[in-house]
């Protein structure tokens, strides 16, 4: 029973199996009507993707100028910003030795205009060193001005 049905099994296998490689030609008239029809309307279908695919590749041209031209005036602008830095490094270098510059000025003219006045206070100390001298002197010889000296601290 069991190698009858598996029989049965094999047989009905292998006639399914032969009828479906048999070729068939049935079609109709109308059958290849309608396959011609769809054979032009698919050669229509890629002529329009073809003029599709060329259309969006000029946009794309298009957009791709349009970006260039405007990457160029980006170029253009970072020139502009890169004089303007080189411009304000000048005009900062030339201000601080400008500055410098005044600095040393005032500082040679405060020394020269200082030079003088320290000799003058100089001679003044001399001179006020001798007058002192001298009123010690006189005051041995006057005990008056030695009391009135003691009192203003001279000597």
Same mark, same amino acid.
């Given at each position: 029973?069991?190698?009858?049905?598996?029989?049965?099994?094999?047989?009905?296998?292998l006639t399914f199996s032969a009828f479906g490689q048999t070729k068939s030609?049935?079609?109709?008239?109308?059958?290849?009507?309608?396959?011609?029809?769809?054979?032009?309307?698919?050669?229509?279908?890629?002529?329009?993707?073809?003029?599709?695919?060329?259309?969006?590749?000029? +946009? #794309?041209?298009?957009?791709? /100028?349009? &970006? %260039?031209?405007? !990457?160029? +005036? #980006?170029?253009?602008?970072? /020139?502009? &910003? %890169?004089?303007? !830095?080189?411009?304000?490094?000048?005009?900062?270098?030339?201000?601080?030795?400008?500055?410098?510059?005044?600095?040393?000025?005032?500082?040679?003219?405060?020394?020269?205009?200082?030079?003088?006045?320290?000799?003058?206070t100089e001679e003044l100390k001399k001179q006020e060193n001798k007058i002192?001298?001298?009123?010690?002197?006189?005051?041995?010889?006057?005990?008056?001005?030695?009391?009135?000296?003691?009192?203003?601290?001279?000597l």
């Open positions: 029973m069991k190698y009858f049905s598996g029989f049965i099994i094999l047989c009905f296998c030609d049935n079609f109709t008239a109308d059958d290849r009507k309608v396959l011609s029809e769809l054979q032009v309307k698919v050669g229509q279908l890629e002529v329009k993707l073809d003029e599709y695919q060329q259309q969006t590749k000029l +946009q #794309f041209d298009h957009v791709q /100028k349009q &970006f %260039d031209s405007v !990457q160029r +005036q #980006f170029g253009n602008i970072d /020139k502009r &910003f %890169d004089n303007l !830095q080189t411009f304000l490094y000048w005009g900062f270098g030339i201000l601080i030795s400008f500055m410098g510059f005044l600095l040393g000025f005032v500082l040679w003219d405060r020394r020269s205009t200082l030079a003088p006045v320290t000799r003058e002192l001298d001298v009123l010690r002197e006189y005051s041995e010889k006057v005990p008056e001005l030695r009391q009135l000296l003691k009192k203003a601290g001279i």
